[in-house]
């Protein structure tokens, strides 16, 4: 069965600076997406970025970029030049095409000070 | 992407009833879904809603405990039966435009509710 592991229950970051959270998952398939999915305090979850297992380049949107490693089953992710509005609940998606669920981790709470 | 818009956005309920949670989408969508998320945790799934066709339930989950309609595909309804305290939780609903292709899920803005 697939899993995914976020390893940091707490990470926090200065503003401006640069933060990178990680995601494991475990699966034996080759066709797959991840997701990060950030949850502010108002509980409404929003897509950050999302990144298809097939292609080898890393997906950015603007300060958030991953770093996908297929071989590592690893999808970190990485925030740059962080804000204030970043702190959140950030949780790492799992996706395998035709089972129509996704799989996610535990989350990582992100704090941004001042 | 979609918007998706949840009815009531929180409850306080007593044992022993029953309560209703609205989903509305403001696009047709192929894929409904129901979460459960305990604060501060991670998501949950209840059950895969499709139009036309009965809902799938996850493991834990049962078809009278929580009955899900689907009657178009634009809206979704969970019930949530018969609660107890151990219900109170937050109850998301989440929508993707397409089933099993990797389409993103949006979600709503989910409800809080507390069984007393």
């Known amino acids: 069965a697939q899993t995914v592991t976020q390893s940091q229950p707490e990470m926090s970051v200065q503003e401006a600076e640069t933060v990178t959270l990680s995601c494991t998952y475990d699966t034996s398939e080759s066709d797959y997406y991840l997701f990060w999915y950030k949850q502010p305090p108002s509980r409404q979850m929003i897509l950050v970025i999302r990144q298809e297992a097939y292609k080898q380049q890393n997906a950015t949107e603007n300060r958030f970029s991953v770093n996908f490693q297929k071989a590592a089953k690893s999808f970190s992710l990485k925030i740059s030049d962080s804000q204030l509005g970043d702190a959140a609940m950030y949780f790492c998606?799992?996706?395998?095409?035709?089972?129509?669920?996704?799989?996610f981790g535990t989350g990582t709470r992100l704090k941004v000070l001042a | 992407s979609a918007v998706i818009s949840q009815k009531p956005s929180r409850d306080i309920c007593q044992r022993g009833t029953s309560l209703t949670i609205q989903c509305q989408v403001d696009s047709q969508v192929t894929m409904m879904f129901w979460y459960r998320q305990q604060p501060g945790q991670s998501l949950t799934l209840i059950a895969t809603a499709n139009q036309g066709s009965e809902a799938t339930y996850e493991s834990g989950f049962v078809i009278d405990k929580f009955p899900i309609s689907r009657p178009n595909l634009t809206f979704s309804t969970l019930t949530v039966s018969n609660m107890s305290p151990e219900d109170s939780s937050i109850y998301l609903c989440s929508a993707a435009t397409s089933g099993g292709t990797g389409d993103t899920q949006y979600f709503g803005p989910g409800t809080r509710l507390t069984v007393l």
């Open positions: 998606a799992y996706f395998l095409e035709g089972t129509y669920k996704y799989i």
